[in-house]
């Protein structure tokens, strides 16, 4: 696929693509080869990846935290206690936002209710 292309399936602009080239978060001979005019030919593992930082990122995640997390899903090289203990501290922040919210919709549910029956708070 051309960059065009991909960006338009991921919904990210070609200079997003190229910043997570950058960082490493799509690495050529996996995500993207060059043709001998050095026009790159991505992958559909590229579209994947992109879905992956984007939901990330919606997560709360930094780009260093998914560079890390992402090498940690894919290295060997890093022991398997290490990247458990990664993910699980990830859960467990993804489920103290999801309990914030909740108790956050629940605050905003009674104001909204409040507001329909006329009271006010002052």
């Known amino acids: 696929m051309r960059v065009t292309e991909v960006c338009s399936i991921a919904g990210v602009g070609p200079e997003t ?3 997570y080239e950058k960082r490493g978060l799509l690495r050529e001979g996996v995500h993207f080869t060059r043709r001998p005019s050095g026009v ?10 992109l879905r ?27 022991p398997l ?4 203990s990664f993910f699980a ?8 936002t999801i309990t914030e919210l909740h108790e956050m919709r629940a605050y905003l ?11 006010r708070e002052e």
């Open 89 to 96: 501290e990830k859960v467990s922040a993804i489920e103290q």
């Open 109 to 119: 549910s009674e104001k909204i209710g409040d507001l329909d029956r006329g009271r």
């Open 52 to 78: 992956l930082v984007s939901l990330a990122k919606r997560a709360g995640l930094t780009l260093s935290e998914l560079a890390m997390w992402i090498d940690a899903w894919e290295s060997d090289s890093i």
């Open 81 to 84: 206690s290490a990247r458990r």
């Open 17 to 19: 693509l190229r910043f």
């Open 40 to 49: 790159r030919q991505y992958e559909h593992a590229t579209v994947e990846r």
